[in-house]
């Protein structure tokens, strides 16, 4: 697609955990459709560099840019209490970091733009046992979502939420996991695109008179 065309161009687009997964597919769609993208990694540096180059070879723009989502400036010492300890950081890493990087970014945006945020199936109901803390982490950035879209709306700043279902990647792989496809209608995992189509709709103008919504993208697992 030729540099100058595409439903993202003369927008820039900033993708937390960009160096795999949903992140380096919904960087890879953002580039293609014109955007200049920066992506943040924490320790993936080399597959940071590897979708840049990529994204770049194919005549986009990007860049990676380091950012720990699960260390804030002014966290306390880790707690003792093991349970705690992961509360904290899936709190962090989740809730923390999306909160802190959109009150340092809204200042800097106009108006039209957008704040997607990926929340989950999760974010919505409790349809598997014993992820509380992560269920909640998720609940939380639903609500922010939500809020966002008042606050900012009259700025003509757009906020929403894609909730993923299961989606085949490094980190929750598809090969020998058959309970989260089951729990699907289409009784498959998704891909890294479906996420990444979804991400460059609501990143274009068609998307103009929507926020404050949320997008299951889950194979039929939260209908």
């Known amino acids: ?14 993708i937390t955990g960009g160096s795999r997964g949903i992140g380096a597919s919904i960087a890879r769609h953002y580039a293609k459709e ?10 993936s540096r080399d597959k940071a560099d590897e979708v840049v180059a990529e994204i770049i070879e194919n005549g986009g723009k990007a860049k990676a840019i380091k950012f720990d989502a699960s ?4 966290a306390e010492a880790a707690l003792n209490e093991a349970s705690l300890e992961n509360f904290d950081k899936v709190l962090n890493v989740n809730v923390r970091s999306v909160y802190a990087l959109t009150h340092l970014t809204v200042p800097h945006l106009k108006s039209g733009a957008r704040i997607i945020n990926l929340s989950s199936i999760l974010g ?8 509380g803390i992560y269920n909640s982490s998720k609940f939380a950035v639903t609500g ?7 606050d900012l709306g009259e700025d003509n700043i757009l ?6 279902g299961p989606i085949d990647t490094d980190m929750n792989p598809a090969a020998g996991n058959t309970e989260q496809a089951d729990a699907t209608a289409l009784k498959r995992y998704g891909q890294p695109e479906d996420i ?3 991400a460059v709709f ?22």
């Open 1 to 14: 697609m030729p540099q100058n065309s595409g439903r993202l161009i003369n927008k820039t687009a900033l």
């Open 144 to 150: 922010l979502t939500r809020s966002w879209a008042q």
């Open 202 to 223: 609501l990143g274009s103008d068609e998307s103009g008179f929507i926020t404050g919504a949320t997008f299951n993208v889950d194979g039929g697992a939260n209908a």
């Open 71 to 74: 260390n804030p400036d002014n």
């Open 124 to 131: 919505e109901r409790a349809i598997f046992p014993n992820v």
């Open 159 to 164: 906020v929403n939420a894609i909730m993923p």
């Open 34 to 43: 014109g955007a200049v993208v920066a992506l943040t990694y924490n320790s």
């Open 196 to 198: 990444a189509n979804m």
